[in-house]
RNA sequence: UCCUCAGUAGCUCAACGGCAGAGCGACCGGCUGUUAACCGGUAGGUUGCAGGUUCGAAUCCUGCCUGGGGAGCCA
């Protein structure tokens, strides 16, 4: 008969070409209706945010109540002719000539065709992935890392893959997932009693990262302009709708560049994204934009022409203060701002993406560039309606003795970040990066609030499921 | 870790000290174009777990477990 295999991306984008002709699709079925001498099949390949419908009819299939019975999910190839309807709710259809059951799945299947709580979908993870939303949220988020490699690749960034495992346990970024094959039961023990990480499997105590910053600032110095985009671990205890043990983070780092240049590279990159996913998830966004967020495509569109407010942390406390607005936590000068705060700036006063920068020296990071004033850091970070910070980054201090004179105020020791310190002793230049969380880009851009949502299967504190 | 709300049928919820219920889903039947189809019927329960109060507990009390929201930490 000569039936092609077809997928239903293939049908949609090019449904004029196949009329008429005879085509074979196979996908998982979404929902079956019979009737007496005839019925409908929503199916799904995966490969378009759409189902195909299928039409079958007794007269023509010799398995028909066999296909009636058929439960959503179960996985069947169908072959069959192509014909437009531009008439119906969808704009083509397969009339079925064969319908062949490839992988039952029993009445007990819980994804059903009806609303679905997303906490009861979390908890069926692994088959969560079938159902509208998941469907969209995944091919958004395969799409928006490709993106990020594309954004950064075109304007000439060396990407980076850095260690997952390290030893760099002096960054203060958070706590540390620790990495070690000793027997807990029964480790080998110093003289005065402590755990002998000699006897470790490096040799030293181990963990996973928290940040690629350190190694990308090491390229950038070789690069001049680099990112990494990976796995990152944090063991904080955290239970909040914005926070997983393991997310993913892109860190890009410039050289001969200040913060200012960082901003707009921040800046250049979100809207580059938006406008990616405006473009090539055009049947998911419209999802999200009625079923997530009624909002979300008209903010987003407002983005990408707008510029992102700029002001400093000063500016910000003085604006926050002058505001009116009641906090249950005073607004003070080198008191860092409170979620409350970050809120009110972003979704009150401005009503769009604010970076706010040159945050207190004590409340940021050792690495971070020392203003002239002595008492300010060239921080930044861009806070976003909804979601709150998603990118946190800075002018990094590259004056050997400014931060050494940081590191002993922050109780680091030299010793153990010798190799960064070198790195301001051989050819060190200004330079600049951030931190780009992944996850809460994806949340932003989709609406769909929960971390746990946007990750295929999430890992969070006392959560560690699939 | 702190504060707060909630766990009842597969799912979403009602019953709030006196017989365990509905909608959706599933199953059976009907229906000649459905599309979260529609119409009729059937099955489905250790009311999160453990203890306590009471003649009587899904309901009140205590502890624990799980989940949601808020805070802190941050991306």
Redesign the pocket.
């Known amino acids: 008969m000569g039936m092609e295999k077809i997928t239903v991306r293939q049908l949609v984008e090019n449904a004029e070409e196949y009329a008429d002709h005879p085509v074979t699709v196979s996908g998982w079925i979404r929902?079956n209706?019979?009737?007496?001498?005839?019925g409908?099949i929503?199916l799904s390949d995966g490969s378009h945010f759409n189902t195909l419908?299928v039409?079958y009819e007794k007269e023509h299939l010799t398995n028909y109540s066999q296909v009636a019975?058929l439960?959503?999910g179960s996985a069947v190839t169908v072959s069959g002719r192509l014909a437009l309807?531009p008439q119906?709710?969808?704009p083509f259809?397969i009339?079925a000539a064969e319908v062949i059951l490839e992988g039952d799945s029993p009445?007990?299947y819980?994804i059903?065709?009806?609303?679905?709580?997303r906490?009861?979908l979390?908890e069926v993870a692994h088959l969560r992935p079938r159902t509208n939303l998941f469907t969209a949220l995944f091919r958004v988020r395969s799409l928006l890392a490709f993106a990020v490699h594309q954004f950064f690749q075109e304007k000439g960034f060396v990407c980076l893959h850095a260690p997952i495992i390290t030893a760099n346990d002096a960054e203060g970024?958070?706590e540390i997932f620790r990495v070690t094959t000793l027997d807990p039961k029964n480790p080998p023990l110093t003289e005065d009693g402590n755990i002998d990480y000699s006897e470790d499997f490096f040799g030293k105590k181990t963990n996973l990262t928290v940040?690629g910053q350190l190694e990308a600032e090491a390229f950038a110095l070789a690069f001049k302009d680099v990112y990494t985009f990976g796995p990152t671990f944090?063991a904080?205890?955290?239970?909040?709708?914005?926070?997983?043990?393991e997310?993913w983070?892109i860190e890009p780092e410039i050289a001969f560049a200040d913060l200012q240049d960082n901003m707009d590279l921040a800046e250049e990159m979100i809207k580059y994204l938006i406008t990616y996913l405006l473009d090539k998830a055009e049947v998911e966004m419209a999802f999200f934009n009625q079923f997530v967020d009624k909002g979300l495509l008209e903010r987003l569109q407002g983005i990408v022409s707008a510029e992102f407010v700029r002001i400093t942390y000063t500016e910000a406390v003085e604006a926050l203060q002058k505001s009116k607005e009641k906090f249950e936590?005073p607004v003070g000068w080198g008191k860092?701002l409170?979620?409350?705060h970050e809120?009110c700036l972003t979704e009150k006063i401005f009503h769009k993406p604010v970076f706010v920068t040159d945050y207190p020296g004590e409340i940021k990071a050792f690495y971070m560039r020392v203003n002239d004033d002595q008492k300010t850091v060239a921080a930044m970070d861009l806070l976003v309606p909804g979601v709150?910070?998603?990118?946190?980054g800075s002018q990094r201090e590259e004056r050997r003795e400014v931060l050494v004179r940081r590191m002993a105020d922050f109780n680091i020791h030299p010793e153990d970040l010798k190799w960064y310190l070198d790195l301001r002793k051989y050819g060190g230049v200004k330079h600049a990066g951030f931190?780009?969380?992944f996850?809460?880009a994806i949340m932003y851009l989709s609406g769909v609030?929960?971390?746990?949502d946007v990750i295929p299967f999430p890992r969070t504190v006392?959560?560690c499921e699939f």
């Open positions: 929902n209706r019979d009737q007496k001498e005839f409908f929503a419908q039409v019975r439960g959503v309807t119906a709710r969808q259809e009339k009445e007990d819980p059903q065709p009806k609303r679905h709580s906490e009861f979390r970024a958070g940040s944090r904080e205890n955290s239970n909040t709708p914005r926070h997983a043990a997310f983070m936590y860092d409170q979620t409350e809120r709150g910070e998603i990118i946190g931190g780009l969380g996850e809460r609030n929960n971390i746990r006392n959560s």
